[in-house]
Structures are given as structure tokens and as C-alpha cells.
């Protein structure tokens, strides 16, 4: 089977967007495509149809191939709770908590399971599009490597190497990974891409004329600046260091940049309203006392988040923005912050503990061992608007006497103050829907676009693929995946 693997000159240099602008070409031309990461490091991820969870990245490059997410896409999934320790998830399950040295001394005892994710995804496709993470050209992380040539070479995938010129030097980044590669390295990659070009590029040819004069490698094209990626969701939360605060609008709705905020893009569809002035409030900075809305945001270590967003003084700010009579929302481990009390008494997160919550709702927590994923659907109370969404949590709360949501199981999640304006609940994309959006903006005043968010990213997956179709050569990409040449973009 053909397989194609893109690689990058570093982190957030598009990767993720590309490969899932290519699975939607490809998939546009007939072909059955699938996705995969070998690793991923991410505190955004997504339930899959099988039951378990992989990075949101592989699950919007499933939607790009117009097949469902299995956990055979992204079979190791790191997601960070310290600065130095990560939950492990492997092939959709919990698998302990590691450490960052530990982790890169054994990292390569997984590359068997990577390796069958990757051969089972490969009998069910025409092609399989492989994203790596970081850069090859951390060569001090190349021993026991799964993430990029050590999978590159274990499979005998083809790599095309990605520079991002937004943030410019991408000629010393591509020329310089060809200078620290080793040769076996360096044998993988048949080509280069730019990605992120604003402007005339025709003021850049001679640059890349200039790459692959030093490099002996292809140039395969220049994507431009994907205006339509703004509508996908963000993986990583380095895009929310570059929020610009939008326009008064009728609505403020506002959320803290938890150190391990986590499913951040459940929050997407409300940035996009146009009556919604949404924005992620950094660290350093208090919320504003104009807000109408504050949301507590899930977050990958909801102890360690609690205290620091005591540290920062938001809870202070939170307490005046509830005096005066403002609403607060609280997903997943901001619904566990809102409550009496959180315990962790197996030390999931840390030590065995129990500490006091905001007091704002009148439900406990208590951290369990397992992990409950699963989708979700069901309506708004009392508005009664639609939802459709996932839960994705370790820990049971319980005293919830008005429930936020209904399942259409007959069950019931979250909890509402006496007065309504308090609210949480488990469920993460809580607002992907336009009746869901249009109930709960209506109690606040504000109208909804009633746009379905799927629609709009699968909108923007199709624009993103037909700039790649003009920017890169698609036939030598192909060719370079072991597909030889591949029909014409078919008409939908």
C-alpha cells in the first residue's frame, strides 16, 4: 500500500493542517485514505468510534478522509500534567503516568505497537498520509525515536520535509536539517515543502531554488497563508498565546489560560458568532470586569489548575464577576473546580488529597481510576436545545439537584445554581451545535448564526485542499507515496 509521511523543521509549522488538507485531496480523487501519528503530544483530543482517544488533530484528519477516528490512528498519545510527567495513552487506553526522562529512555519499547496500528490502517486504504511531531533535526532525540525517522525507517515511509517561512530563517531550517540528518536519515526524504507564504511568491523562487541547490532535494511547492485553517480546531495551546481581542460585541464571553488547559476547541463555534466577543485570558492579566460570561475550560490536571488559578488571583475576579450577577459555565475539570470539594484519593494526579472547590455549585468530586470516553447527546435544560458531544474524564461528581444537561439515554450530566447562573457539566463540544448554540446564547440576549460547526470545518477542509491542489505537485507527491499517478479532483 502507499504510504507519505510529512515531517516538519519543528513545531507548529502546519503540519497538522497539511496532512489534513491532503487527506481531504486525496480523498476528493476517489481514494480511501486514512491518517495516522505515530505520537502525539496533546491535552486536545477526541473520542474515537472504537472507544478510546487520540489527538483532536487525527480526529479533524478522520473527518478530512470522511471516515470515522479509530485509535489505530494515533496509537501513542502523551498528554502533559506537570512540566516534567505525562498520562501515557496507548492504542486509546490509559497506560500509567510517565515521566519525561523515563519516557525517552523506554520510548522505543512501543514502536511494535505503533507499528500494527499502522499495518492494520494500512490493509484498509489506498493510502495512509503520516504526520510526524517536532523535527527530525532534534538529533538529541533520535535514539529509540517513534515519532519521525525511526518510524520513517522501521516502515519504509517516505518523508517530505515542511519549513514554515511565517516565521522566517527557512532556508537555514531546511538546510540545516540536511546538514545535522544522519545519512540513513537524510535518505527518507525525497523533497521539501514550504508552508505559511504571504505575498507574491514569486519573491521566494530564488530562495527555493536556493534549497535545493544546497540540499539536493525536490521542491515540491509553497502552500500559502490558509486563511480557512482559523476555522478548524487548534491542537496546540501556543495559538492561544496569539488571541487578538476582538470587537465590543454584544455578548462577552471570556475563559483563563489554564496551565493544562485541555479540548480548548470546544469553544470554537462561540469565537466564530458574530455576536460573541470571545477571548482566552493569559496568565498575568485578571478577567475582565465587563465579562458576561466566564467559562472554565477543561483542563488536563484539574488539581494542579485549581490552585493556579488561585495563584493568579482569578478566583477573587471570579468571585466579583458572580456578585455582580454574571454567569460562569465551568466543562469537565472546570465543572470539578466549581464544586464543594475535589478529592484524589488515589494520587491520579499527584499525592492523595482533598481540597476545597470555588463553592460555586453544590456538587463533590471525587478522581477515580478510570476513564470514562464516550459520545454523548441530548438537550439543553430548561431551553431544550440540541446537543451532540463526548465525555472524556477521570472522576464521578455527585449532588447535582438541577442537572444542566439531559442525555438522550434518560440519563442526566452537570448542575445548575438556584438562580441559573452557575452551570457545568462533563460534556466537551458542548456548543458544535447551532440549536444548542442558539438556546444558550437566547438566555443571555444574543442571537446565533445557528451554523453547524461541522459543516463549517468541513467547508474549510475543502478550501484548504483545493489552495494545496494549485500550490503543490500533486503528481510528484504521488509518485514519491508509491501511488503513481492519480486521477483528476473528483466533482463533490
Sequence with gaps: MAALMIQGCGSDVGKSVLVAGLCRLFTNRGLRVRPFKPQNMSNNAAVTADGGEIGRAQALQAMACRTPPTV??????????????????????????????GYQDRKGELLGTVLDSFRRLEAECDLVIVEGAGSPAEINLRAGDIANMGFARAADVPVVLVGDIDRGHVIAALVGAHVVLADGDRAMIRGFLINKFRGDPSLFLDGRIEIARRTGWPDLGMAPWLAAARSLPAEDAIVLDRSAPGA???LRIVAPMLSRIANFDDFDALRLEPDVDFGFVPPGQ????????VILPGTKATLADLA????????????????????????????????????????IEGRPETVDGLGLLDVDTVLTGDKILAPVSGRLEPSGGCFEGYEMHVGRTTGAARPLLTLDNGA????????????????????????????????????SDGCEQNERVDAALDEIAGALEEAFDIQALARIAGLGSVAPRSGL
Excluded at 489505530?72 to 526522562?101: C, E, F, Y
Excluded at 445554581?417 to 437566547?442: D, K, Q, T, W
Design 72 to 101: 489505530d490512528m494515533n496509537p501513542v498519545l502523551l498528554k502533559p500534567q506537570s512540566d516534567v510527567g505525562a498520562q501515557l495513552i496507548v492504542q486509546g487506553k490509559m497506560a500509567g503516568t510517565w515521566q519525561a526522562r
Design 248 to 250: 465590543r460585541r454584544r
Design 286 to 293: 485578571p478577567l475582565p470586569g465587563d465579562a458576561d460570561l
Design 308 to 347: 493556579f488559578l488561585r495563584a493568579e488571583g482569578w478566583d477573587i475576579d471570579l468571585a466579583a464577576h458572580v456578585r455582580r450577577g454574571g454567569r460562569v459555565l465551568g466543562v469537565c475539570g472546570g465543572y470539578q473546580m466549581l464544586g464543594r470539594t475535589l478529592s484524589d484519593p488515589l494520587g
Design 412 to 447: 442526566t450530566d452537570g448542575a445548575r445554581s438556584p438562580n441559573g447562573l452557575i452551570m457545568g457539566c462533563y460534556v466537551h463540544g458542548l456548543f458544535n451545535r447551532g440549536s444548542a448554540r442558539e438556546a444558550f446564547l437566547g438566555e443571555m440576549g444574543a442571537a
